[in-house]
């Protein structure tokens, strides 16, 4: 399908919806300077995750954790919205989607507007404690990892950002999340590989109960086969014809 046709298509789907959610990925933060770990040249072709992103790593060795994890999160803070954050919070506020269910931890969606978000991975907003489940701004725990190595709660516990790690269950969000797609009329795929499991999953059940899903990416999916519209290219021109397309830009 030619991108035009494409983006029109994807534009007419999304203008006829009642009750869609957006699905996004580590893709749709790359362009606020936010890596994709899983891309070539990524974290995880440099570390391996059960070493240096699991719960067992972490556990076993918190101070190798917070030296590799600790600017990156202060990174993530730091990171502004672009224009794919922006069209997702717009689609929201004209009734054109109910809300984002994201695999990212970068807060970027709720900062960009959007009011309902997913976050099945969890969040840098907070840290908690192991022990004794005390919880803390991340902010104030990232400052103590910079100035101690570790950061510890009061009562001796060592503190875990809010985030899931390798090894870990997936937020509550999810649960919330199967529901959503269950009454879902249409489901916006963004900047996702579609790899990793159970999320990769809302996909096939949105196909299984036949609703639209308009699948955008830069590189190809498992699931690209099964999309009503797919769009191939980069997501922030995406964004943008899109955004155009419903009125949203000029």
């Known amino acids: 399908m030619a991108a035009s046709a494409g ?3 994807a534009a007419r789907l999304l203008e006829n919806s009642r009750s869609g959610w957006a699905l996004t990925g580590a893709g749709v933060s790359t362009p606020s ?14 570390a391996d995750p059960d070493e240096v992103a699991s719960i067992e790593s972490f556990r076993r060795s918190p101070e190798a954790f917070w030296s590799l994890w600790t600017w990156r999160f202060r990174h993530m803070e730091e990171a502004e919205p672009n224009p794919v954050h ?3 919070a717009g689609l929201e506020a004209r009734g054109l989607l109910r809300g984002v269910i994201t695999q990212n931890i970068d807060g970027l969606h709720a900062r960009a507007g959007s009011r309902t978000v997913l976050e099945v991975h969890g969040h840098i907003r907070s840290g908690t404690c192991l022990a004794c489940r005390g919880s803390y701004p991340l902010a104030e725990v ?8 570790i950061p510890f709660c009061p009562c001796g516990g060592l503190i875990k950002p809010d985030v899931v790690l390798f090894g870990e269950e997936l937020t509550p969000d999810f649960a919330r999340a199967v529901a959503a797609v269950e009454e879902a009329d249409l489901l916006l795929v963004l900047g996702t590989s579609l790899t990793v499991w159970p999320v990769a999953g809302l996909v096939p059940q949105a196909v299984a109960r036949g609703i639209p899903v308009v699948l955008a990416n830069r590189d190809p999916t498992p699931y690209d086969g099964e999309a009503t519209v797919l769009l191939r290219g980069d997501l922030v ?3 943008q014809e899109l955004g155009r397309a419903l009125g949203l830009e000029r």
């Open 237 to 239: 021109q995406i964004a």
């Open 7 to 9: 983006i029109a298509a």
């Open 142 to 149: 990232i400052h103590q990892a910079e100035a101690h190595g």
């Open 33 to 46: 300077g936010i890596p994709d770990f899983r891309s070539p040249g990524g974290l995880w072709d440099l």
């Open 86 to 88: 922006t069209l997702l």
